[in-house]
């Protein structure tokens, strides 16, 4: 059989090992489709990566070629795939889709038979479904991960993540001629993902110049200390971009913990989510400690989860990270305004889902759902008849607020205490200072019976993990996200709000235009400042998910 030489790839600035040779080939037997059809069936079962997905591909397209012409190989768009593969930091380089580039990239640089032709194409169309795969949809397995959540409820745990799948069609993505323009389009533009994955290549880069050596132990450092320690420190801070040097000549062997490192140790703590003092205690030298294969590992499993957020091109939105504890107004993509918030704790974790915000009540009523009623409020009655008058609580016939109330003094509380004896009337908080929702709810009706909500208990905003709640989400300053919402929606008059809010009468304001809310897990991100950031994995999702090797 005659020999054909494939097309050498040139690719610029690039260290991959492609040779920089003329190619010549001849042109291709006008039964070039029936050839590969022939290729196709004469290959043995499970030799191709997944070949009934291949051979379906190109059943469609009546067996024409993706990767040449009648006149020759198709040198750019093959230069360009193989580019992207080689660029990409979210890859595994030991993994399927990289091997197998070099292996390609092997076969591309030496004479081959026209079967090796036409196999080579078939391999790189296998390749590039692989890689579409992956860059569409990561390397989580959701499976595994929605198994364990569902295993959570024999302990009473009700764990929920909505997943919003990729909107995309990879075979008929495959077909699409410009590969720049088909990747781009599929690529997360939210989320600050792009961002994400810059900060992903520089942890790549520190970790083939040796990462970070861990601290040996000691018990705190701080400003004026003189230690042995502070160097390696300050070497450690300097490699994670942290340390910047205050000074034209650094002393870099200086045993003296200065202001300069102290603002590095501040700027390191920030970042991940410590109490941001300077002093580098147990809990800062742990975080100092974490590998850099570990942080590329938390990133990683970030930059899989933002493919599967809902994108947003909405105005405006809000967007609430809970291992965050804070809540993000976005506008014309711009972040405006920061909230601390509290989140659901361990036990009632507050779900995953994405939602739109459609009215605003002033002075609401708290109802108290079922499950607290059983789980805490009969077992506090058996031990105090007067706990729910002292939190200010009513029993009603129904959910109606101006339902018949109900003598406490007829409840027989030990009939509810087990589970299946259903508490007959509904528990309500009206409106106060008492009031368990404070003075103003936004509301996004979900089956999850989620939403934001002030809260009386100000003082635990002043904590830096912020999980106390059942579920749904405190907010610090309501009335700020108020204010944002009456600027733009004419339903919302700010004016009249405040006076509303002065007295006890409940009022429901109907929002013009609905508000896109995200609740997302994220505890890998860049924030506003372009700064690689972590952040605690407070329902332990991080350890739970796991991801495929591609």
Do not use: S
């Given at each position: 059989m005659k020999k054909l030489t494939i097309l050498m790839l040139l690719l610029l600035n690039l260290s991959l090992p492609l040779l920089a040779v003329p190619a010549t080939i001849r042109e291709p037997s006008p039964s070039i489709s029936s050839d590969l059809q022939k290729t196709l069936l004469e290959i043995p079962p499970r030799k191709l990566k997944n070949q009934s997905i291949i051979n379906n591909f190109y059943f469609q397209h009546q067996y024409q070629p993706l990767w040449f012409t009648v006149h020759g190989f198709k040198q750019e768009k093959i230069r360009t795939?193989?580019?992207?593969?080689?660029?990409?930091?979210?890859?595994?380089?030991?993994?399927y889709i990289y091997q197998e580039s070099q292996r390609l990239i092997d076969m591309l640089n030496r004479r081959v038979s026209k079967k090796e032709a036409l196999l080579l194409e078939l391999r790189l169309?296998?390749?590039y479904y692989e890689f579409l795969q992956h860059t569409i949809y990561g390397e989580i397995d959701w499976a595994s991960f929605n198994a364990?959540?569902?295993g959570l409820e024999s302990q009473n745990i009700q764990a929920n993540w909505e997943q919003y799948a990729p909107q995309f069609d990879v075979i008929e993505l495959m077909s699409h001629e410009n590969i720049m323009q088909t990747i781009y389009s599929m690529t997360p533009k939210h989320y600050r993902y792009k961002n994400l994955v810059t900060a992903l290549r520089r942890l790549h880069q520190i970790k083939a110049q040796g990462g970070w050596r861990a601290l040996p132990y000691?018990?705190?450092?701080?400003?004026?200390?003189?230690n042995s320690l502070v160097p390696k420190?300050?070497?450690?801070?300097?490699i994670s971009g942290d340390y910047q040097e205050c000074q034209a000549n650094p002393l870099a062997k200086n045993p003296l913990f200065d202001g300069c490192l102290k603002q590095a140790v501040e700027r390191f703590q920030s970042r991940h989510g410590l109490t941001v003092d300077g002093v580098v205690g147990a809990g800062t030298r742990a975080m100092l400690n974490q590998s850099v294969e570990k942080k590329i590992a938390r990133v990683l499993l970030n930059v899989d989860r933002i493919k599967w957020l809902k994108p947003e091109n909405s105005e405006r939105y809000i967007v609430v990270n809970l291992p965050e504890f804070l809540l993000h107004y976005v506008e014309n993509q711009q972040e405006r305004k920061t909230l601390k918030v509290i989140i659901g704790d361990k036990t009632h974790p507050t779900p995953i889902f994405n939602n739109r915000i459609s009215y605003i009540v002033l002075n609401p009523y708290w109802k108290v759902p079922k499950g607290i009623v059983r789980k805490?409020?009969?077992?506090?009655?058996l031990q105090d008849p007067n706990y729910i008058t002292n939190q200010g609580l009513q029993a009603h016939m129904t959910w109606e607020e101006n339902s018949t109330i109900v003598s406490l003094d007829q409840i027989n509380w030990n009939d509810y205490l087990q589970e299946g004896n259903d508490f007959p009337y509904r528990l309500m908080q009206p409106p106060g200072p008492r009031n368990a929702l404070g003075k103003i709810k936004?509301?996004?009706p979900n089956k999850f019976s989620v939403y934001l909500h002030d809260t009386p208990t100000k003082h635990l905003f002043n904590r830096k993990i912020r999980a106390f709640s059942h579920g749904c989400i405190r907010l610090s300053n309501p009335h700020s996200l108020l204010e944002s919402i009456a600027m733009v929606d004419e339903n919302v008059n700010l004016f009249e709000a405040d006076n509303i809010l002065m007295g006890k009468e409940k009022k429901i304001l109907n929002v013009a235009?609905?508000?896109?809310?995200?609740?997302?897990?994220l505890t890998a991100g860049v924030n506003a400042n372009n700064q690689l950031i972590f952040r605690n994995d407070i329902y332990n999702y991080d350890n739970y998910q796991k991801r495929f090797i591609r």
């Open positions: 795939f193989l580019r992207y593969i080689h660029d990409d930091a979210t890859l595994n380089y030991k993994g169309t296998a390749l364990t959540l569902r000691f018990k705190r450092l701080r400003v004026g200390d003189r420190l300050r070497e450690r801070l300097r805490e409020i009969v077992p506090h009655m936004f509301k996004f235009h609905k508000i896109p809310i995200h609740l997302i897990y």
